[in-house]
């Protein structure tokens, strides 16, 4: 693609971004009016041909894609001309396998797995940050006697497989620390049994669940990426660059829905967490309301700053080349596009909700 | 406190304390006596508790514990072999046919056991319906490596009974599997090279728990190692909530602390009530650790009921004590009533006589006690007052007319002696006031009687005096006209006679002239002197017309000063002027007026040329005149500041002859005939007040008319 086009095509969406941008208004969850939440002039809207789109969340239903399925169940999506099926993510049903083979048009992926798929030359774009934050962290009990990172030494660590290891490599090298790397799942019962020192947990998800299994916060050692320089923003939303430039609308539109579904989320918790609550009984996956509330706060907290972020929405160019740099540094990746290639904002945030 | 107590009355204060101490006591009973039972019954609970904990663990153990065995043995087995595919596949149909509470069986390999091109081995028989199936499992999608009941074991380097989990493939029921490590001995050393499970259903737990039922809402639930809800009798709590999630949820701190007691594989019963999240109801929570698994036992007592005969029990004693409470106030209250009462009358009573109706009717109290003892005492009280207030009555109405005559008594008295006071006063001022007219009736006479015998003399002295007097005037007169003769014919003879003698001759016609001249002129005098005697002791008076008192004074304080000047022309006096324009002419003599200004100014000229004579230019001689108008009378003062008058004289100026002038130079008559004038004719004042060496000051007042 010329850079022309590219440059023509990134006005055009910035352009519509601010002008839906103050379009938008979020009611708030005491008001009882369900089904025209947001009050879009249909006159903006109304030659806009209905676009389908497919959107794959990396993980399983739960609380962490709240703003998707919030924006979903409100129609959001369908009132910016979009119609959206959610597929679910998991273990079995790989965001970033599904995206190679083309099987969605739109997925939120970690960086990790967008610049890994781009080495596959998969030819991804991020089109808005949503975790700016890396919530990855290490979990390891104060009555094992870690308090710092140098205390794991010669013992075992549970990690998970694929791009999470990166951070704990790129950690345990930093510091010179020799553990044994023990790969999981995601399950914590092994930590819970002491058959490691320490573990991998996502802050929104994992942590809480170690809580929720009779630990203490006080009773345990907590390590964030983010602390040690090594701060991989995680979940954004990638698209096909070509599919893009073809309809660069729709995907403004599918970013613009979804976050207005986030912040709809955060002002209507109760609400949101019943959305969460079906989407996963029909994923046949055990849902418990503390676990998802706690999941659906630390992310208010994360996208919005409990709604106070303007830079909602973008990613980091210095974090961008940190995490190239490091999985460059780990073979993960050999070349990687630049940042102005990569990232398109297209969300800006100056809706108060 | 105290204060509040005090004012109370005694009724209030005896039913407040009564009941305050009967509430008490019974409170304290009461209490004891719910501690003591509650204490037994609960003894009783812990050990039926303690039992029933103790039975269903068992119960669950021999359950489960007979499927731990089969992973393990057929681990044994295959160790004691060297391990085919067949071999594997072969055991497990035949565990899995001869056990038929297993589900499924597992042997898992290491990757690669069975060579470099099979990363995984993973057998699986179990059962589909009624029939057994074999399946071979594993692959990138199925990395059973890491899935916790193969990893966990391989870790933990031991048996471990899995988390409890829903089986999707097996018509979604909850199952729990056990893992026996499996290993090859090499060289004497054991070494990990797969796990043997065996997968368990446990809706049958699911069955036996929840048939565990204590009272009504009593119920039983298991929670894993991790907390998670095993066996609960709410279904949805099952593997979809941990203990600590469920207290986060209904708010309650407390279960937290119970769940990680249970976690840890502590046993014991909770003795804080919590809510029970079934019921809501205030329940206990007994608490055990089943070993072979790692879960815990909870068994919730619903206290309530538990309690509930004793509760009820309770509650009776409660209704018994609040009615008896009722009862003892009535009986407080009408006892109180009873004894204050009389009192109250007598209180009454005693309020009455203390206003003063001391012949008030006192209740009739026939009761022996200590009310009707008072009530006597006050009787009797009453009486002995009564008869004192009678005596004191008539002493007092005595004392009341004894009183009323002294006041009258003294009333009068008052008024007489006040009167008489008065008639004394008047008369005394009368009698000052004849005194003072005596005293000035005996001056007037003293001097009237000065004057006339002295008038009466000089009158005499003078009529005597004035016929040899004029003999002596009128001769030598006549001498001295024959002596103008004698001269007159002696100068017709001057020819004639000799020079010397006709000078002798002149010379004694001179001294003759000369002579009889002096003879006249004094003689003259002595006239003049005896005229002004017979003028004074006629006492003649002039006929008076109005007059301008100012006008005239000035006529003469001019003549006099212009009469000094013309004696003497060294003499010069100050003059200060101050009439009383207000004055208006009123009724004198004027002619004798005039002699009296002229005496005193003439005498004041006289006094300061004197005192100049003495002190030269350092004095300044001054004359005041002033007439003042005092309304029925004119007063005219001349003060001057000349040599004054001695004291001792002061008394004597008015008398006839007195003089402190030369010889010659005044007859003493000036001021005497002035007095006169004033005193006598015009009926006014002639004062003088002097104080020698520094002035004199002459007052005259005159009435108008």
């Not at chain 2, 993973?122 to 999608?141: H, K």
């Not at chain 2, 004094?522 to 017979?534: C, E, Q």
């Not at chain 2, 001021?671 to 003088?688: R, T």
């Amino acid at each position: 693609m010329s850079d022309r086009l590219y440059s023509i095509s990134f006005l055009l969406v910035i352009f519509i971004s601010f002008f839906f941008a103050s379009c938008g208004k979020i009611q708030k969850e005491n008001i009882s009016d369900s089904d025209s939440l947001v009050k879009l002039n249909p006159e903006l809207y109304k030659d806009i041909p209905s676009k389908k789109l497919v959107f794959i969340p990396h993980w399983s239903p739960q609380a962490q894609f709240a703003g998707y399925y919030a924006a979903y169940e409100n129609g959001f999506y369908r009132k910016y001309g979009i119609d959206l099926v959610i597929l679910n993510g998991g273990p079995n049903n790989k965001a970033s396998d599904v995206m190679e083979k083309n099987n969605a048009d739109v997925a939120s992926l970690w960086l990790t797995n967008a610049l890994q798929l781009i080495e596959k030359k998969i030819d991804l774009i991020n089109i808005a940050q949503i975790l700016p934050k890396s919530a990855l962290m290490l979990i390891a009990k104060k009555s094992s006697g870690v308090s710092k990172i140098e205390d794991l030494n010669n013992s075992k660590v549970g990690v998970w497989g694929g791009d999470y290891i990166i951070q704990p490599m790129a950690l345990f090298k930093k510091y010179n620390v020799n553990v044994t790397l023990v790969p999981q799942l995601g399950s914590i019962n092994l930590f819970l049994l002491n058959g490691v020192k320490a573990t991998t947990a996502m802050w929104y998800n994992e942590y809480n669940t170690i809580i929720n299994s009779g630990l203490n916060p006080d009773e345990l050692t907590t390590f964030f990426y983010y602390d040690y320089d090594l701060n991989f923003p995680e979940e954004g939303i990638y698209c096909f660059r070509e599919k893009f430039l073809a309809d660069s609308v729709s995907y403004v539109y599918f970013v613009k829905a979804t976050f207005e579904g986030w912040q709809w989320s955060f002002l209507n918790p109760e609400k949101t967490l019943l959305i969460v609550k079906e989407k996963m009984k029909s994923a046949n996956l055990p849902y418990n309301y503390p676990h998802q509330k706690w999941m659906l706060e630390k992310f208010n907290e994360m996208i919005f700053h409990h709604g106070k972020n303007e830079n909602a929405g973008l990613l980091d160019e210095k974090d961008y080349y940190k995490v190239v740099e490091e999985m460059k540094k780990e073979n993960y990746i050999k070349t990687a596009p630049e940042f102005k290639n990569f990232f398109v904002r297209t969300y800006y945030y100056n809706t108060q909700p | 406190m105290k204060n509040i107590f005090r004012k109370r009355s005694l009724t209030f204060k005896m039913i407040f304390f009564i009941f305050v101490s009967v509430y008490l006591i019974f409170t304290g009973i009461f209490y004891y006596n719910y501690k003591v039972s509650e204490g037994i019954i609960k003894k009783d609970l812990k050990e039926n508790v303690d039992y029933l904990t103790d039975a269903t663990i068992n119960k669950v153990e021999a359950m489960l514990n007979p499927i731990a065995e089969l992973p393990f043995n057929l681990a044994r087995i295959l160790e004691s072999e060297n391990m085919t595919k067949k071999q594997i596949t072969g055991y497990l149909e035949i565990f899995l046919k001869n056990n038929p509470e297993v589900y499924g069986m597992t042997v898992s390999l290491e990757p690669y056991f069975f060579g470099q091109n099979e990363k995984y081995f993973c057998a699986y028989a179990y059962r589909s319906g009624n029939r057994d199936t074999l399946v071979i499992l594993g692959s990138e999608s199925y990395d059973y490596f890491y899935l916790d009941w193969y990893q966990i074991p391989k870790e933990l380097d031991r048996n471990i009974w899995s988390e409890p989990f829903f089986d999707e493939g097996g018509g979604n029921i909850m199952m729990a599997t056990f893992s026996a490590p499996l290993y090859e001995n090499i060289n004497g050393k054991k070494k990990f090279i797969g796990v043997v499970t065996a997968d368990v259903s446990l809706e049958w737990l699911k069955d036996f728990i929840s048939g565990i039922k204590i009272f009504k809402t009593g119920y039983a639930f298991i929670i894993s190692r991790s907390g998670k809800m095993i066996s609960h009798p709410n279904s949805d709590l099952i593997l979809n909530e941990t203990l600590f999630t469920i207290s986060i949820e209904k708010n309650l701190p407390h279960l937290r602390e119970i769940g990680r007691k249970m976690i840890n594989g502590e046993s014991g019963l909770d003795d804080v009530e919590y809510k029970n999240v079934a019921s809501g109801e205030n329940s206990w929570i007994a608490y055990a650790p089943m070993k072979n698994t790692g879960w815990s036992l909870g068994i919730v007592i619903p206290v309530d009921e538990f309690m509930a005969d004793i509760n009820q029990l309770f509650r009776k004693v409660i209704h018994f004590a609040l009615g008896g409470s009722v009862l003892l106030l009535i009986v407080v209250v009408l006892i109180s009533r009873s004894i204050t009462k009389p009192l109250r009358i007598l209180t009454a009573a005693v309020d009455k006589f203390a206003k003063g109706n001391f012949n008030v009717s006192l209740p009739e109290i026939y009761s022996k006690d200590e009310i009707g003892k008072l009530c006597s005492s006050f009787g009797f009280m009453q009486s002995e007052l009564n008869k004192t207030i009678e005596v004191l009555v008539d002493t007092s109405e005595e004392l009341r007319i004894s009183n009323e005559k002294l006041e009258e008594y003294s009333r009068t008295l008052e008024i007489k002696v006040s009167d008489r006071t008065k008639e004394l006063s008047e008369k005394n001022i009368e009698l000052e006031k004849t005194l003072l007219q005596l005293k000035d009736t005996q001056k007037q006479l003293i001097i009237q009687e000065k004057m006339a015998s002295l008038g009466g003399l000089t009158a005499g002295i003078a009529h005597e005096i004035k016929n040899p007097l004029n003999f002596v005037n009128n001769f030598s007169e006549l001498t001295l006209d024959l002596a103008k003769e004698l001269g007159e014919e002696i100068e017709k003879l001057k020819n004639k006679i000799e020079e010397t003698d006709y000078n002798y001759i002149n010379d004694i016609l001179s001294d003759v002239k000369q002579n009889a001249g002096k003879i006249n002129e004094h003689g003259k005098r002595a006239d003049s002197i005896v005229k002004g005697m017979l003028l004074h002791s006629r006492g003649k008076t002039g006929e008076k017309i109005p007059t301008d008192i100012n006008s005239l004074l000035e006529e003469y304080v001019n003549l006099a000063y212009h009469g000094m000047r013309a004696m003497d022309s060294t003499f010069n006096v100050k003059i200060e002027r101050a009439y009383d324009d207000t004055i208006e002419k009123i009724e004198v003599v004027p002619q004798d007026l005039s002699r009296v200004f002229l005496n005193i100014i003439n005498n004041g000229c006289y006094s300061t040329n004197e005192k100049k004579k003495q002190l030269g230019e350092e004095y300044n001689p001054v004359l005041k005149i002033s007439t003042t108008n005092l309304g029925g009378k004119v007063e005219i003062r001349i003060r001057d500041n000349g040599k004054g008058i001695p004291a001792e004289n002061l008394d004597k100026i008015f008398n006839p002859f007195f003089t402190t002038k030369p010889t010659g130079k005044g007859t003493g008559l000036g001021l005497s005939i002035s007095y006169d004038i004033i005193v006598d004719e015009h009926k006014g004042e002639f004062k003088v007040d002097s104080k020698e060496g520094e002035y004199a000051e002459f007052v005259i007042v005159i009435p108008k008319k």
